[in-house]
């Protein structure tokens, strides 16, 4: 008998449908756990989704504005990126944080691994938060047309709360970061 842990999924084929520097984009034959045939469609990612909660002294935390292609709207979201496979996720971070808000940080902490959309992707989704803070200059990709907001954390997590900020990353960094603060496990 096959341990419920095990996969269930038997490939009988597979064919790369798409590809580009981001994402391939590959159907499977497969036969389900049900034991029939089917397809199922697997978007792997070629980078690490990162994020960053940068948090001053004061527990403010800064929000990036910007317009989503894929979503035909405007999202505020803590600084977050890709990070090349081949790159350190910390590194991918620290430069993410830089890009986007201009800010560096003395300490950084992993605090979450999680998986973004994972019954059709494996992308893998790393966040850190960051302190002791230090503001230089922003310079953000040619794609990006940012804007950074400073707010209070609190405030942040009330925007969460109210489904007014709605980036899955964001939503998982800032309420991680909540409970860490009602823990009492998070030094800044």
Same mark, same amino acid.
């Given at each position: 008998? !096959?341990?419920?842990?095990?996969?269930?999924?038997? /490939?009988?084929?597979?064919? &790369? %449908?798409?590809?580009?520097?981001?994402?391939?984009?590959?159907?499977?034959?497969? /036969? #389900?756990?049900?034991?029939?045939?089917?397809?199922?469609? @697997?978007?792997?990612?070629? #980078?690490?989704? *990162?994020?960053?909660?940068?948090?001053?002294?004061?527990?403010? +935390?800064?929000?990036?504005?910007?317009?989503?292609?894929?979503?035909? $709207?405007?999202?505020?979201?803590?600084?977050?990126?890709?990070?090349?496979?081949?790159?350190?996720?910390?590194?991918?971070?620290?430069?993410?944080?830089?890009? &986007?808000?201009?800010?560096?940080?003395?300490?950084?902490?992993?605090?979450?691994?999680?998986?973004?959309? #994972?019954?059709? +992707?494996?992308? %893998?989704?790393? *966040?850190?938060?960051?302190?002791?803070?230090? !503001?230089?200059?922003?310079?953000? $990709?040619?794609?990006?047309?940012?804007?950074?907001? @400073?707010?209070?954390?609190?405030?942040?997590?009330?925007?969460?709360?109210?489904?007014? *900020?709605?980036?899955?990353? +964001?939503?998982?960094? *800032? %309420?991680?970061? @909540?409970?860490?603060?009602? $823990? #009492?496990? %998070?030094?800044?």
């Amino acid at each position: 008998m !096959q341990h419920p842990e095990d996969n269930p999924w038997q /490939v009988t084929s597979q064919k &790369e %449908l798409y590809d580009n520097p981001w994402i391939k984009l590959t159907e499977f034959k497969v /036969v #389900n756990p049900s034991g029939n045939p089917g397809i199922y469609g @697997k978007v792997h990612f070629k #980078n690490r989704a *990162i994020g960053v909660v940068a948090l001053d002294a004061n527990l403010n +935390t800064y929000l990036v504005g910007q317009y989503r292609f894929a979503l035909s $709207e405007y999202s505020w979201e803590i600084p977050e990126g890709g990070g090349p496979l081949h790159e350190h996720p910390l590194d991918a971070a620290k430069r993410e944080l830089l890009e &986007e808000t201009g800010l560096t940080a003395n300490h950084w902490t992993e605090i979450q691994r999680m998986h973004l959309s #994972n019954s059709v +992707t494996d992308e %893998l989704c790393i *966040i850190y938060i960051a302190t002791g803070l230090e !503001q230089l200059e922003a310079h953000p $990709e040619d794609t990006e047309q940012l804007i950074v907001k @400073k707010l209070p954390f609190n405030e942040v997590y009330q925007m969460v709360c109210a489904g007014r *900020i709605k980036d899955a990353v +964001t939503v998982a960094a *800032i %309420l991680r970061v @909540k409970l860490m603060l009602m $823990e #009492n496990s %998070l030094s800044l």
